[in-house]
């Protein structure tokens, strides 16, 4: 292998008396360049002796032929390589094996030795080694030692005819409780050779590689943490910090520094090493070539992807396209961010944000439930402003007319085992059905496969088992609230259940706060609760008992049971603070007319002509329309506030409502139809119609009054 040699120009003011560094021969010298070379000195001896027989197996035109190894065994705890190579004569060895730093191989990029020292690699683990030789039909057997004085030997033993091909074998004897390091190290170096050699005793067993993700010389393996440049089958690790030391904000060793399982596969010489071949040698030239192979694959990531992405049939598959992708190599993020560039599908954004794939859906009534894997507890929020894109996330739509929520619930209970989970719920709105809802355009064009329905998942049980301490009486009859049907049902209950909440009824009659209240109403407040306050509740589970049952089972006491109004005063607390305005509206009702005028409400949105009584009461229809959505909401407020003790009542007192705001200017504005006051009630449409034609005669009659006037 070519190193990368400088070169410098050196200017002389005068001539100078020199002399060149040198080094002497010694055994410190000798100690240093191989026992203290390496700091893995296994790893060093298989690493260098195999390329070594790999080099030797390209000069013979033989790259794809396996050379012989024995990796130690309890049995024969022997290490040797034999190669088929080009051999060595007697020359050769007695050169090369006693010469550091001599290598015929340092002028070409074909092999992966260079330095000279490889041979030599064995003085590193012990103090002898043999070499045998066979070339031209000649066996030679050698010896190499450390003599007395710690210097290395090395000597011919034995020359005889052979018909064995030419090759070289070397052998080292094996430590008994290095065996299973030679096991492990081996593993390595082998790893990415490309012809395995032919194991004649233990066989490392190589996992199946997973390319996730793979390009023109590189490739992820999703099985795999670390980040490895692979030089003539040699892996060396990557050191970011070596490569940012020129550009901290390089965005491709941010690339570098997120991807986990990267392999890239460079030409020998194109990195330089480090004399041990532990590392790579982070000259200038090997920093420049990593960083433009970096961006090379950068540029192919981001072409792979956009092409993967173009395939899909929706914009919604387009994203979990992405996001499979992304999942299996994290460093996909990094390198779209790199090249500062915003996915498509189509021409439309894959994301608002690449990097957190997410979308803004603040426009949009969405509620999340979300549950960690290790949490019994599942987050409600219903202030949803993103909607994340994640494999293991699930998208729902409520068709249900209540009770949705709660088997969503029941359904993350179920699958908690499996992994933490976000869901996000849609609620179809007035009109909408399953097929013809805006869930399936907020995610991208999604299809129904694509999303879950509650009207498919099971029904919630509420007759619970029990899970925590109790006095072991047996269960009795009570009522607990169903979610689903919006009502109470009978059903036996046990004091071991857990999050309980219970009212206690008497002659049909349940107390709550300073008043008592049948059922069917308090039915129509939990309904309220769980519907705008999910996320409050908390898989809060309501139940009405006889006050015998309540004192019997010592229900005051049980910290698992606690009364219905304390969480219901903490819900209703929150509910007047955010609707107290509402509330007050509502109390204070607008009227169309003061007058009894409103009885012409109607025939008024019959007329053709854009009048002006005719626009206040479409203001009007749409204030009642609005009113009437939250009619029900703002009256158990009201009530609930007023009965509960721990609630905040509504002050009226210093309310100021403009509740004249139609009346006044709809009384005022009929003055125009003196006719009306003559008229009876109106009964059939005929008449209606014919009082509305008469209304646009007198429009129009001012209308051409007024364009004359302007004439």
């Not at 005068?14 to 893995?40: M, P, Q, R, T, V």
């Amino acid at each position: 292998m070519k190193l990368h040699a400088g070169s410098n120009v050196i200017e002389k003011s005068g001539n100078f008396e020199e002399s060149k560094f040198s080094i002497e021969a010694s055994s410190k010298a000798f100690f240093i360049l191989s026992d203290g070379l390496y700091s893995n000195k296994v790893l060093a001896v298989i690493r260098e002796l195999s390329t070594n027989a790999y080099d030797s197996h390209v000069e013979a035109g033989k790259k794809d032929v396996s050379f012989d190894v024995h990796i130690p065994t309890q049995l024969k705890p022997v290490f040797f390589i034999r190669d088929y190579g080009t051999g060595m004569s007697h020359e050769d060895c007695m050169q090369l094996y006693t010469t550091y730093f001599r290598s015929t191989r340092n002028n070409s990029n074909d092999a992966v030795g260079c330095l000279g020292l490889g041979s030599k690699a064995p003085f590193a683990y012990c103090d002898s080694f043999t070499v045998e030789s066979y070339v031209d039909g000649t066996y030679r057997l050698y010896t190499a030692y450390k003599n007395e004085d710690g210097n290395p030997v090395f000597s011919l033993m034995n020359e005889t005819v052979t018909s064995e091909p030419n090759g070289i074998k070397v052998s080292i004897n094996v430590n008994s409780y290095d065996i299973s390091r030679f096991h492990s190290e081996s593993y390595k170096v082998y790893e990415y050779f490309n012809t395995k050699p032919n194991f004649l005793a233990y066989k490392p067993d190589y996992a199946k590689t997973n390319k996730i993700l793979a390009g023109n010389n590189w490739y992820f393996d999703d099985n795999l943490d670390d980040n490895l440049i692979v030089m003539g089958q040699i892996a060396y690790p990557i050191d970011v910090n070596q490569l940012r030391s020129n550009n901290v904000s390089d965005p491709r060793c941010k690339f570098i520094e997120n991807s986990s399982g990267l392999r890239i596969f460079m030409n020998i010489g194109d990195v330089d090493i480090t004399p041990s071949r532990e590392s790579l040698s982070y000259s200038k030239e090997t920093k420049a070539n990593i960083l433009n192979v970096l961006q090379t694959i950068v540029d192919e990531i981001a072409t792979k992807i956009e092409e993967q992405i173009a395939t899909q049939p929706s914009l919604y598959k387009a994203r979990t396209k992405y996001v499979q992708i992304s999942n299996q190599c994290s460093s996909i993020n990094s390198a779209m961010q790199s090249l500062q560039k915003s996915l498509t599908w189509k021409d439309m954004k894959l994301f608002d944000s690449v990097a957190g794939e997410y979308i803004d859906v603040k426009h949009v009534k969405l509620t999340t439930l979300e549950k960690s894997r290790y949490r019994v507890k599942i987050d409600v929020k219903t202030d949803v402003e993103r909607m994340y894109f994640n494999e293991h996330n699930k998208y729902f739509i409520d068709d249900l007319n209540r009770g949705g929520l709660s088997r969503i619930k029941q359904h993350m209970k179920d699958n908690s085992h499996h992994h933490s989970q976000m869901n996000y719920l849609y609620k179809l709105r007035d009109g909408e059905s399953v097929d013809n809802c805006h869930m399936f355009s907020i995610m991208g064009d999604a299809k129904r496969e694509d999303v879950i329905l509650t009207s498919t998942l099971p029904k919630v049980e509420y007759n619970r088992s029990s899970t925590g301490a109790g006095s072991g009486m047996p269960a009795v009859q009570a009522m607990v609230y169903n979610e689903e049907k919006g009502q109470f049902e009978d059903c036996t209950m046990s004091v071991k259940y857990e999050n309980a909440h219970y009212f206690i009824e008497s002659k049909n009659e349940v107390q709550f706060g300073r008043s008592t209240i049948d059922t069917s109403y308090l039915s129509g407040i939990l309904k309220f609760v769980h519907e705008k306050y999910a996320d409050v509740l908390d898989d809060a589970t309501f139940y009405i008992v006889k006050p015998s049952v309540a004192k019997n089972r010592k229900l005051d006491e049980r910290p698992n049971w606690r009364p219905g109004v304390e969480i219901l005063s903490k819900i209703f607390n929150e509910a007047v603070k955010t609707h107290k305005q509402d509330v007050i509206e509502h109390q204070r009702r607008c009227y169309l007319s003061n007058g009894r005028h409103d009885k012409w409400q109607d025939i008024f949105m019959m007329t053709q002509t854009d009048n002006e009584a005719k626009r206040i009461v479409s203001q009007y229809n749409d204030y009642i329309k609005q009113r009437d959505k939250v009619s029900a909401d703002m009256s158990i407020i009201y009530n609930v506030s007023c009965n509960l003790i721990d609630v905040a009542k509504i002050d009226f007192s210093h309310v100021k409502i403009e509740d004249d705001r139609f009346s006044r200017r709809f009384d005022n504005e009929i003055k125009k139809y003196p006719l009306l006051k003559l008229l009876g009630n109106p009964w059939n449409h005929e008449d209606k119609l014919m009082v509305a034609q008469y209304i646009d005669t007198i429009e129009s009659a001012e209308n051409m009054s007024n364009t004359l006037c302007s004439m």
